[in-house]
């Protein structure tokens, strides 16, 4: 082990054995991150580099060249290509998962069985099931998790959820979630997160599972549960390439799905998840009706600026723009640092001090399996042609 691992507080970490510590045992927090390709680079290691309570101790890929590239950018202490090695680690209290979506669950898994507190991408499963299990799993282990649900931590957002806590919207009415961008429009940009068995004779849930799962994540952290979905979901580009298959593949991938939303409230929700609506990232629209006023955040960089929040009241109904609060920026952003850069680092913030603070859980692998129950909801909708209640409780 190197002496930078061992420094500070990642000592007393390594000392202690079975890495679930919180709170006063540790100053610092010696992390892991497994997966070390675009979306570590763009979104989670700046994240962690800028926190000063991190302690970056490894970095694993089964690449070693992607590792040994991010080991250098990033100063971690050690590399790691066989994540088993990262978890035996006892430097390390906390590993990030940033992988494709089909390996989450099952490293996660290993992650908890081993004692450390997780963050893993989303979505952790694309079964609501085995989602549960993962989260009563850390829970009977006594670890943290989190989910990779990456516009919780949009200041906008933040804002929103504090008006709808604090009466400020009054009644919600409606709450109406977009994400659409043109990410995959052109069938030769290749297609990600497709595992190589997918079936070739039916429609694949794509764009719910990989936009859906956040921003329905989002629409019931505002609105809370949902009661019932109905949903319509299309393939609009019939061949596209797909990372790691060679030529265009005749796969009926979901580009697109529209729902409509009840809520046990009584609110009435709208859903569209795309990956082929002309427009620039991340394509975030949240709009929130209530009886005293109303809300729109729009999470779409637009002239350098990462997203903008509008309110109105019933009173004075024209939508006005709000300055926001500078308690949802970690510090040094601004809304001029890129979105993901932005957003992980608020959410990356959140977790290493919920960890060491023993703080309020918040956005966890129980809010994961939530929200894949949603979209297995809006899947059978569709499948069905008929409204879907959803389970009461965890199924
Ligand atoms: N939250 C968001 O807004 C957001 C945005 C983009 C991507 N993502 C998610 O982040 C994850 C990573 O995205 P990406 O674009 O960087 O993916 P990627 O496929 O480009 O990179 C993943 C890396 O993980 C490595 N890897 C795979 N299996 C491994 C294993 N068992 N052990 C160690 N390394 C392993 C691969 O070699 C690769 O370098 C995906 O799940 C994606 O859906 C989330």
Known sequence: MTGAAMTGAAMTGAAMTGAAMTGAAMNKLGVGVIGANRWAEAAHLPAFAAHPRVQLVAICDVLPERARALQTRFGAAKVYFDHRELLADPAIQAVDVCTPTQTHLALSLDAIAAGKHVLCEKPLHTQAGPAFAAAAAADSRGVRTKLGFTFRYSPAIREI??????????????????????????????????????????????????????????????????????????????????????????????????????????????????????????????RVYGSKGAAIARLITEGGIAETLKHASAEAVEFKEVVL??????????????????????????????????????????????????????????????????PEGDA
């Open 161 to 286: 959820k504090r008006w709808i806590s604090e009466g400020v919207l009054g009644d919600i009415f409606h709450i109406h979630g977009f994400e659409q961008n043109s990410q995959f429009l052109d069938p030769d940009f290749p297609l990600r997160q497709l595992a190589p068995d997918v079936p070739r004779d039916r429609l694949v849930p794509a764009s719910i599972i990989g936009y859906g799962s956040h921003l329905l994540d989002l629409m019931r952290w505002l609105g809370g549960e949902f009661h019932s979905v109905a949903a319509t979901m299309r393939n609009f580009v019939p061949e596209r390439q797909v990372l790691g298959m060679s030529g265009r593949q005749k796969i009926q991938v979901e580009d697109a799905t529209v729902a409509l939303v009840e809520f046990d409230s009584g609110a009435q929700g709208l859903v569209q998840s795309s990956y082929i609506a002309v427009g620039n990232y991340p394509g975030v629209e949240i």
């Open 325 to 390: 609060d500078t308690a949802h920026f970690p510090p040094g952003t601004s809304l001029a640092t890129p979105w993901p850069e932005l957003y992980y680092r608020n959410l990356i913030r959140h977790f290493v001090d919920e960890i060491l603070e023993d703080g309020a859980a918040e956005c966890t692998f129980h809010d994961g399996a939530k929200s894949q129950q949603i979209v297995d909801a809006i899947i059978a909708a569709h499948a069905e042609r008929r409204w879907v209640r959803l």
